[in-house]
């Protein structure tokens, strides 16, 4: 199944678990299932932006944008982290107001059945989502799949406390729980808005990728002494990968096989790193690269 098929399987699961929870809500008049139906709100919003952006990133590069649109990814987390906080605010004036004024709750057993249920969909969902999104790389993917564990752990944490209240009497639980419930998604709200501001500020390769990188380039280095490499610099654009580096070589080499040279190099790099993009400068050995050293650290020298 490819990505965009996930998402849409994610819009149609939050409009079911939206109907679950908001009749759980119904039936119970609870403020905390109210906070739970809200988040799932936003399942679908997220989800439908998601999947538009990961279309957009999948277009191939045209005249306006000859390195693609892979970054069009970074947008979803930032828009659905963004939407995650309007629905945190949403849900704190819907708690404090109840909190002010209590109300006992009624049919708590088929509402929290129906609560569970719309969980289990939901973890399912997004258990199969995250490891889709590490296997392709796709940011958009794992921001979704991430929000929906969210939303497992706050109907989990929403069930525990109505079931106390069902027990305690302490009609207060309810909307202090959806306090709790807001707070926690607030904090998974700041860890997406970190994520693609990060991805649109070019950050570096997971240090796995990097690692394979280094050793890659060790091979070649060990194999002729006279092959030095330095000034490799990486960078991740949604689901493609970049590293950028200079080959030296001895300056008696023929073109013809430096070029040879270049291209084992570069196949080396993209079998050790699928859906690597390699950008190879050569260079003579007596000849330095003058660089921002700042920006752009050696590595593998």
């Known amino acids: 199944m490819q990505v965009s098929s996930y998402l849409k399987l994610s819009v149609g699961v939050a409009v ?7 009749l759980a ?8 299932l109210l906070s739970d139906a809200l988040e799932s709100l936003v399942n679908v919003a997220g989800a439908s932006f998601a999947l538009a952006m990961v279309t957009l990133a999948a277009r191939p590069p045209d005249e306006e944008h000859p390195y693609g649109h892979h ?3 970074y947008f979803s987390s930032g828009f659905e982290g963004v939407l995650i906080l309007v629905a945190a605010l949403a849900i704190v004036w819907a708690a404090v107001h109840r909190l002010l004024q209590p109300q006992p709750l009624e049919e708590l057993g088929p509402g929290l059945a129906l609560s569970v249920v719309s969980s289990v969909l939901n973890g399912v969902l997004a258990w199969a989502m995250l490891r889709k999104a590490r296997e392709h790389h796709s940011m958009a993917l794992e921001a979704d799949a991430r929000h929906l564990f969210t939303d497992v752990w706050t109907s989990a944490g929403v069930v525990g406390g109505l079931v106390a209240v069902h027990f305690t009497g302490w009609l207060w639980l309810d909307p202090v729980l959806a306090i709790a419930v807001a707070l926690n998604i607030v904090r998974e709200a700041l860890h997406l808005l970190k994520r693609s501001a990060d991805g649109l500020m070019d950050h570096a390769l997971d240090p796995q ?3 394979r990188i280094d050793e890659t380039l060790q091979r070649f280095r060990h194999a002729d002494p006279r092959v030095r490499f330095d000034h490799v610099t990486t960078r991740r654009a949604g689901a493609r990968r970049f590293v950028d ?3 030296h070589l001895p300056a008696e080499w023929t073109l ?3 070029a040879r040279m270049r291209g084992e190099v570069e196949r ?6 699928p859906g690597l993009r390699a950008t190879i400068q050569l260079l003579s050995s007596d000849i330095e690269a ?3 050293e700042r920006h752009h650290p050696e590595a593998a020298s």
């Open 268 to 273: 080396a790099l993209m079998a050790a790193v």
């Open 290 to 292: 003058h660089v921002d």
């Open 245 to 247: 580096l200079h080959l």
């Open 25 to 32: 809500w119904w039936l119970t008049g609870s403020v905390g």
């Open 71 to 73: 970054k069009a990814e």
């Open 256 to 258: 013809g096989r430096a």
């Open 209 to 211: 990728d990097q690692q």
């Open 16 to 22: 079911v678990t939206i109907a679950l929870k908001t």
